[in-house]
């Protein structure tokens, strides 16, 4: 006999074998001819669907056995949360296959955000989507966790032991069946070796960091201010990240000097250092000198050709044995995959830490696993490698899903990947914002700035609020936060 559930006594034999059922699987049994989704947890099965002819307490018999295939998500940032969400919508309720997503945060946010949280110009808690509740809406299964590795032989994702909020409170390590796997776990900060950056610098490539940080900045002003000093900060690295930091901490301060209070008198002084001659060097050279030009304006000194080789507790050592002193460093220098994807039962990785992958996202190592964005290695077009951005995550995100759904569904031919280089965009906070048209469409490579890049920034963040809630949750969310916007501080203040 394999269990009672509340209605019926149930007999037979699970095909697949009760080893490769975990706590995630709901198992599917034809009962007497119906399909009927049984759920199987450690000591019981329950029964959730009562086929309609046969009676409460009948005894049956199971003569087929089968779990859903099941997709699991290992990350759910841009990519990973945009294929969840269009994945589970394109299952639906077919029955067919299941979308469990992972990720080690309670909350999805829109990683380009991240350093006006550290800034404070934006609030995390205003603008995150928190999993659970989305993947009830959405049709896919949440499950919190620090992914630790594969087993490729059992088709097992691990999870790490994760200590939760409540103190002494740990989260067991856990393991998870896949049929079909997706990583789409993102990148994290490349020290390039430098001596100190681990210990000294701080990160915003991270939610728990970006908050962080701001917790740090604020208390550092309170303290400067009470000693009558100013705060020097140093941001190493001048791409998109390290040069919007500096425009939106600049920003911060002005906002709260509004506010006119003594801390206020503390002056934020601030240097942006990049290793190559010119900031923004996948930019065009007239936009990486505008930019420039605006943030010396905004009082940055900015220091190009410059290249940082140590970080200790006093501030920044240079090349040529200079040093700039900082109370606090942020290292924005460049990304890699991070470290776990290196030791992922043989997968083919290359010295960025990223899986290699075909068009159709498949890894060279392994069909049955997926990667895509920031941890993913595919060649474009033109033989380059595609950039670490939002554009081609969430690119690769809608395709992947649409491919596997064919694939699962109808057992389509999987899709081949192509990626439409629609141009770059940097905001300079409120200041300024410029971008580039990208290889793709009719103005290729042009430049323009203003209020079109403006407002093309900020259009890119609305379509991932789209893509992941619909347009109509979307547009509410949109509107609500507009409405927000007018009553609520400029800056986080507390
Ligand atoms: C401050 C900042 C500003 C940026 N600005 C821009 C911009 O203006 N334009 C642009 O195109 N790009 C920008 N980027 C880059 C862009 O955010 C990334 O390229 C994009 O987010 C990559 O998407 P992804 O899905 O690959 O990874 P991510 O969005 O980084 O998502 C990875 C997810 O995996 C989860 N995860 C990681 N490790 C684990 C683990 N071990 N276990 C469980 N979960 C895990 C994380 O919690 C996260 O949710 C910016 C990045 C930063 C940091």
Redesign the pocket.
């Known amino acids: 006999m394999l269990g009672i559930c509340p209605k019926y006594v149930l007999s037979g034999r699970l095909d697949r074998g009760e080893a490769a059922i975990d706590s995630l699987a709901p198992i599917y049994a034809e009962l007497d001819g119906r399909a009927v989704v049984l759920f199987m947890h450690p000591t019981t099965l329950a029964c959730r669907r009562r086929p309609e002819s046969i009676g409460p307490r009948s005894r049956m018999s199971v003569k087929r056995s089968y779990r859903m295939h099941r997709v699991v998500i ?9 294929t969840a969400t269009h994945l589970a919508r394109r299952f639906g309720r077919s029955g067919k296959a299941e979308v469990v997503l ?4 309670r909350a ?8 006006t949280f ?1 800034a404070g110009t934006s609030d995390y808690d205003s603008e995150k989507i928190s999993f659970i509740p989305h993947a009830k809406l959405t049709g896919y299964k949440y499950w919190p ?4 590795g594969i087993d490729r032989k059992t088709r097992t994702v691990t ?2 032991a994760t200590p939760l909020p409540a103190p002494g409170e740990v989260l067991p390590e856990t393991t998870i069946a896949y049929d079909t796997l997706v990583l ?5 900060v490349n020290d390039f070796g430098t001596p100190g950056v681990l210990e000294h610098c701080h990160f ?4 728990g960091d ?1 908050t962080a940080f701001n917790d740090l900045l604020g208390s550092k002003i309170v303290l400067a201010a009470k000693a009558g000093k100013d705060l020097n900060v140093v941001i190493v690295g001048g791409g ?2 390290g040069v ?2 500096a425009a939106e901490l600049t920003e911060s301060m002005q906002i709260v000097s509004n506010y006119d209070s003594a801390l206020t008198r503390t002056h934020l002084r601030l240097t942006l250092i990049e290793n190559a001659s010119r900031v923004l060097e996948p930019f065009p050279e007239k936009t990486s000198h505008a930019v420039e030009a605006k943030l010396r304006g905004l009082g940055i000194d900015v220091r190009t050709s410059t290249k940082v080789v140590g970080v200790d507790a006093q501030g920044v050592l240079l090349d040529g044995n200079q040093r700039i002193d900082a109370d606090l460093v942020v290292w ?1 220098a460049g ?1 890699k995959a ?1 470290a ?1 994807m290196t030791n992922l039962d043989g997968l083919t990785v290359n010295r960025r830490g990223q899986a290699e992958v075909s068009d159709t996202l498949q890894t060279s190592t392994d069909e049955r696993i997926f990667a ?5 290695a595919l060649t474009g077009a033109d033989g380059k490698p595609l ?8 690119q ?2 809608l395709f992947l899903a649409k491919s596997l759904a064919a694939n699962i569904q109808h057992a389509a031919q999987l899709g081949h990947f192509k990626y439409r280089d629609m141009g ?4 300079l906070g409120e200041y300024a914002a410029y971008g580039t048209l990208g290889s793709y469409g009719f103005f290729k490579g042009a430049a323009f700035k203003g209020w079109l890049a403006q407002m093309g ?1 900020a259009a ?1 963040y609305r379509m991932h609020q789209l893509d992941i809630n619909g347009p109509l949750r979307g547009a509410v969310i949109w509107w609500s936060a507009s409405l927000r916007r007018l009553v609520e501080p400029r800056v986080r203040t507390s």
């Open positions: 290992i990350g759910g940032g841009i990519g990973g949360m945009v992972v990720d080690r945060n999805h946010v829109w990683k380009p955000m991240l350093h550290a966790g620090d992914f630790g999870l790490k789409a776990l993102g990148s994290q915003i490539d991270d939610i970006a998109a990240t919007e930091l924005a990304v991070p776990v895509l964005g920031d941890c993913a950039p670490a951005t939002a554009q081609v995550a969430r690769q995100g770059s965009l940097v905001a920034h890119l």
